[in-house]
C-alpha cells in the first residue's frame, strides 16, 4: 500500500547511458514532481506535472525529460548520463489546491 | 539558489530534551512547511505554517513563523531516538506549490 513508489532504488550506470526512473502514487492526486537531492542535500525541484500537463520546468539541462502516460506516473528519463547527474532522484506528489506533498523512497543514482 | 537557510547544521541532543532549529529565507511566502528526512529515505511532511500565522502546533513539535524577519523556528518537544533525521524547511513562494528547501538541519539523539 506505498503511497508513492520509485524503481529501480539503486541504479549504477557507465557516463554516456541513457536510464530511466520511474515513479508511480496510489493516493489520486493531481500534481507530481521531481526532486535531485546532491551530496550535501540540497534539495531542488526540477519538475512538476498537473493532470499529465508540466507545469514547472526549471533550469534542467534538456537530457533530463519527464514522461506522464497517466495522472498517477511520471517517469523521468535521462540521455547521456555524466558524472554531475550523480545524485538521489525523488519523485513526489500532492492534491491540486493543497500545499503538502507526499515523498517516494527515492532513487540513488550513481554514474561511474 | 536555496530560498531556505537551516540552523544550525547539525544538533546533537540528549534524550529527553528538546531541539529546536531555525529557518531563515530571503523572499516574502505564501506559506513554510518542515519536512522529516530519516537517512536513505524520503521526506516526510511535518506541519505547515501560512504567511498569515505566527504559531502552529502538531504534537510535540511547535513551529513559529516571523515574517518581518523572514524566519521560522521549529521545536520538538522531549526527544526521542527516534527523531533522529534530517529536518528541512521549504517554502513556497508564490502559491505554485514550487517549494524551495533549505540544506538541512541533522539532528542527532542520543539515548
Known amino acids: 500500500d506505498t503511497a508513492v513508489s520509485q524503481t529501480p532504488k539503486y541504479l549504477v550506470t557507465q557516463m554516456g547511458n541513457d536510464k530511466s526512473i520511474k515513479c508511480e502514487q496510489n493516493l489520486g492526486h493531481d500534481t507530481m514532481y521531481w526532486y535531485k537531492q546532491d551530496s550535501k542535500k540540497f534539495l531542488k525541484i526540477m519538475f512538476s506535472?498537473?493532470?499529465?500537463?508540466?507545469?514547472i520546468n526549471e533550469t534542467v539541462p534538456n537530457r533530463f525529460s519527464p514522461k506522464s502516460p497517466d495522472k498517477a506516473h511520471l517517469n523521468l528519463h535521462i540521455n547521456s548520463l555524466e558524472l554531475g547527474d550523480s545524485a538521489v532522484y525523488f519523485c513526489?506528489?500532492?492534491?491540486?489546491?493543497?500545499?503538502?506533498?507526499?515523498f517516494g523512497p527515492g532513487t540513488r543514482l550513481t554514474v561511474l | 539558489s536555496q530560498q531556505g537557510e537551516e540552523d544550525p547544521q547539525a544538533l546533537s541532543i540528549q534524550e529527553g530534551e528538546n531541539a529546536t532549529m531555525n529557518c531563515s529565507y530571503k523572499t516574502s511566502i505564501n506559506n513554510l512547511q518542515w519536512y522529516r528526512q530519516n537517512s536513505g529515505r524520503g521526506l516526510v511532511h511535518l506541519i505547515l505554517i501560512r504567511s498569515n500565522e505566527r504559531e502552529k502546533h502538531s504534537g510535540r513539535l511547535r513551529v513559529t513563523l516571523d515574517t518581518s524577519k523572514k524566519s521560522s523556528s521549529l521545536l520538538i518537544t522531549a526527544s526521542r531516538a527516534a527523531d533522529t533525521a534530517s529536518y528541512f524547511c521549504a517554502t513556497d513562494a508564490h502559491g505554485d506549490y514550487k517549494l524551495s528547501f533549505g540544506a538541512g538541519t541533522t539532528v542527532t539523539v542520543r539515548a
Open positions: 506535472y498537473n493532470n499529465k500537463e508540466l507545469i
Open positions: 513526489a506528489s500532492s492534491p491540486t489546491g493543497t500545499d503538502e506533498q507526499f
